[in-house]
């Protein structure tokens, strides 16, 4: 079995910044890749930025130049570096990682969400 637990929403002025974190844990063999998604209030979940044993990658052109994505491969945790934060991020921000488990099977897994709202 494998868990995702995201933690680093909040609340938050424009203009500032935050960081969240998604660590994954339980019958890990590998993880092939790891994912950010967020989720306005009536619209669809949009891929943010992943993470492969390749480049990283920013997916989303409205978070471009402000957003980064890193990972922490001995800790099995992913990041998303939000600066200059913008009312339009307010979302709940999910992680999703493509994990091969210890029974050699591989799945997508999600976390249970984190909000974060950019308001004055």
């Known amino acids: 079995q494998v868990q995702l637990v995201e933690s680093g929403g909040g609340l938050v002025q424009p203009g500032g910044s935050l960081r969240l974190s998604c660590a994954a844990s339980?019958?890990?063999?590998?993880?092939?890749?790891m994912y950010w998604y967020r989720q306005a209030p009536g619209k669809e979940r949009d891929l943010v930025a992943s993470?492969?044993?390749?480049?990283?990658?920013v997916h989303l052109d409205a978070v471009k130049g402000r957003f980064t994505i890193s990972r922490d491969s001995a800790k099995n945790t992913v990041y998303l570096h939000m600066n200059s934060l913008e009312p339009e991020d307010t979302a709940v921000y999910y992680c999703?990682?493509?994990?091969?488990?210890?029974?050699?099977?591989?799945?997508?897994?999600w976390g249970q969400g984190t909000q974060v709202t950019v308001s004055s």
């Open positions: 999703n990682a493509d994990i091969t488990t210890r029974a050699l099977t591989r799945g997508q897994y």
């Open positions: 993470t492969t044993s390749g480049p990283s990658t």
């Open positions: 339980g019958s890990i063999f590998k993880i092939n890749a």
